[in-house]
């Protein structure tokens, strides 16, 4: 059987088909008023066995935990291509990762009969946090990935008969992600195949294609930390895990209502929702939701689209339930427009749908490393741009640089854009803007990096090898590599690395 688990970094859902349906499997860690979201939350009871509690077990029973056992957020520590500090507990240092495979090797052992499994991924996440997910120890060998945003659209339970374009806007604990999503319902359509003379008609797949993409690490836990910010300038409450845990409480509440007070040590902690407005304004958050459009706005023009051909926007995360989100988004949306009734289901679930022939396109840019000899550094050099639909093709000669060169080496990159980057501050993972564009090197510690050796040896002034790069619709990289000089192929779809 295969099931869907939608790892989030706040609530983690799992989904599977039965009896011809997907539905959310309830398990113990789920909450109790709602058994199929599970909180992502881990308590170390004793790190050298591995041993550990999770989601509601965690959460029920926070007050009666030892200090410095129990963590949260820690999606976004795997994330990041810093590992941060962490304690080392019973005489073993442990790391964001173990606490994630801890995580999801505790729910993945009460899924009865599982066969393969289906991840989603935030659409602004590296290649080291999707090789994560495919190398993880849970007994599963078969395993796919499908970005969030994407899965949340063909899972959100919509009548898809009259509609073509919808964006889904994901605010949930870690990230903010949109996704623009032109469905071609082709039911009319019909392909016609012919089988020993005789011509049979069959219905053709719809598709679901993807025309745009943004992504950034802004997420309700930056809003719990501004708000507990707030408190620390008003009371002088301190911030650590477990007055950020207030903030959040506080966040909530005002989802429904417009003021909340919550009695702490000597203190009562008030915010109003107008409050709340003023902080976010004042982070620049209004601004971020502005830029995030924007970048979608760019993307879809290039196919001629305006917001005015939206037919849906699909809220999806809880952070996107904030009615500061939901006001702001109507500056630019009609609320019959707006959809809401399944913001934390709908990932899960969209991950499992295969109705839909899913044509996507690479988030990132990715590079190849060169020596930049007027600045006496490395530097990098684009090969395939973000937002490239798949499959793509792309080919480039390569020539030796020095006098009886043995080999010629590939040091392909992930090339992230300037955004907002996740920092440690006073124990709490927070994210902040920054100007810098990162860049992650995929196989700088491959020893196998040197593409071809050369025969005889490589001499600088000519093109020596032409090389093709294929990523194909599972968005697998491979290289075919031909010896300009000898004629000979060195390589033939030899596969690389998956992209994001």
């Not at 052992?109 to 080291?128: D, G």
């Not at 300009?484 to 390589?491: F, S």
Request: net charge negative.
């Amino acid at each position: 059987m295969e099931y869907a688990i939608d790892f989030g970094t706040s609530n983690t859902v799992v989904a599977r088909q039965f009896g011809g349906e997907i539905e959310t499997v309830k398990l113990q860690f789920g909450q109790p008023t709602a058994p199929g979201i599970i909180p992502s939350l881990v308590y170390v009871e004793n790190a050298h066995l591995g041993k550990v509690r999770i989601g509601s077990e965690v959460s029920d029973q926070i007050p009666n935990f030892v200090n410095g056992r129990l963590f949260k957020h820690f999606k976004r520590g795997i994330c990041q291509s810093s590992p941060g500090f962490l304690p080392e507990l019973d005489g073993i240092g442990i790391s964001w990762r173990w606490l994630g495979n801890c995580f999801l090797g505790e729910i993945t052992k009460l899924l009865p009969e599982l066969e393969s499994l289906v991840f989603t991924v935030p659409i602004n996440s590296y290649e080291s946090y999707t090789k994560w997910l495919r190398q993880i120890d849970l007994g599963v060998e078969q395993i796919r990935l499908i970005d969030e945003p994407t899965a949340a659209a063909l899972g959100y339970g919509i009548d898809r008969q009259q509609l073509e374009h919808l964006l889904v806007f994901d605010f949930g604990g870690g990230t903010l992600d949109l996704v623009w999503v032109q469905l071609q319902n082709l039911e009319s359509d019909r392909l016609w195949l012919k089988w020993r003379n005789h011509w049979n008609q069959q219905k053709s797949q719809p598709i679901a294609k993807v025309l745009a993409k943004h992504g950034t690490n802004l997420g309700g836990v930056d809003l719990d930390y501004w708000i507990l910010s707030y408190w620390h300038q008003i009371y002088g409450l301190s911030r650590n895990s477990q007055t950020l845990k207030l903030a959040e409480q506080a966040k909530i509440a005002l989802s429904s209502q417009t003021a909340v007070e919550i009695d702490f040590e000597a203190d009562t902690l008030k915010l109003e929702r107008s409050q709340l407005e003023h902080i976010l304004a004042q982070q620049g958050f209004f601004d971020q939701l502005e830029e995030s459009l924007r970048q979608i706005k760019a993307q879809i023009a290039t196919h001629n689209l305006k917001f005015t051909d939206l037919d849906h926007l699909l809220l999806v995360g809880g952070s996107s339930q904030l009615p500061a989100v939901k006001t702001w988004l109507t500056k630019y949306f009609s609320p019959e427009q707006i959809y809401g009734h399944k913001p934390l289901e709908a990932i899960a679930h969209g991950a499992l749908n295969t109705d839909w022939q899913l044509q996507d396109r690479l988030y990132h840019s990715y590079g190849l490393r060169y020596w930049d000899k007027k600045y006496q550094r490395h530097n990098w050099h684009p090969l395939i741009k973000a937002g490239t639909a798949l499959p793509h093709r792309t080919e480039l000669t390569l020539g030796a640089s020095t006098v009886d060169q043995t080999a010629i080496e590939l040091v392909l990159g992930e090339m992230g854009e300037a955004a907002r980057q996740v920092l440690f501050e006073q124990g709490l993972l927070i994210s902040q803007a920054s100007t810098l564009a990162e860049v992650q090197p995929l196989n700088d510690q491959d020893h196998g990096r040197a593409i071809a050796q050369l025969t005889p040896l490589g001499q600088p002034g000519s093109d020596r090898l032409k090389i093709s790069f294929v990523v194909d619709q599972q968005r697998c990289l491979k290289i075919s590599v031909f010896d300009l000089l000898t004629r000979q192929e060195l390589l033939k779809d030899q596969p690389v690395i998956d992209l994001i």
